[in-house]
């Protein structure tokens, strides 16, 4: 079993940063891709970065690209995403999840999951 804890949400003017942070814990050695999606209220949980963990190919969405950076750091098991340049419609609940197969748009494909943290932009 995996354990994922994100970290690194709160409220930031439009045009601002944040990072996000997950911690991964348990098996880990087993994952194949670690991605962060996001849901806002009454939306679907959509995807907004992956990473494959071998080869730390990258994948982003196109509302994204340009703005956010996905990264991982296999020593402290922790994923990382920054965002920049952020808007209002970046406002969001975020996820990080983790999946033993390929990396997927689905979030219905991801086998582990965080709590969540709430981003606002103002």
């Known amino acids: 079993h995996v354990q994922l804890v994100e970290s690194g949400g709160g409220s930031v003017q439009a045009g601002g940063s944040l990072r996000l942070s997950c911690a991964a814990s348990?098996?880990?050695?087993?994952?194949?891709?670690m991605g962060w999606f996001r849901q806002a209220p009454r939306n679907e949980r959509d995807m907004v970065a992956q990473i494959y963990l071998r080869n730390r190919e990258t994948h982003y969405d196109d509302s994204v690209k340009g703005r956010f950076t996905i990264s991982q750091d296999h020593a402290k098991n922790t994923m990382y995403l920054q965002m920049n340049s952020l808007n209002p419609e970046d406002t969001s609940i975020y996820y990080c999840a983790a999946r033993l197969g390929f990396c997927s748009s689905d979030w219905r494909d991801f086998n582990y999951w965080g709590q969540g943290t709430q981003v606002t932009v103002s």
């Open positions: 348990g098996d880990t050695d087993r994952n194949n891709c």
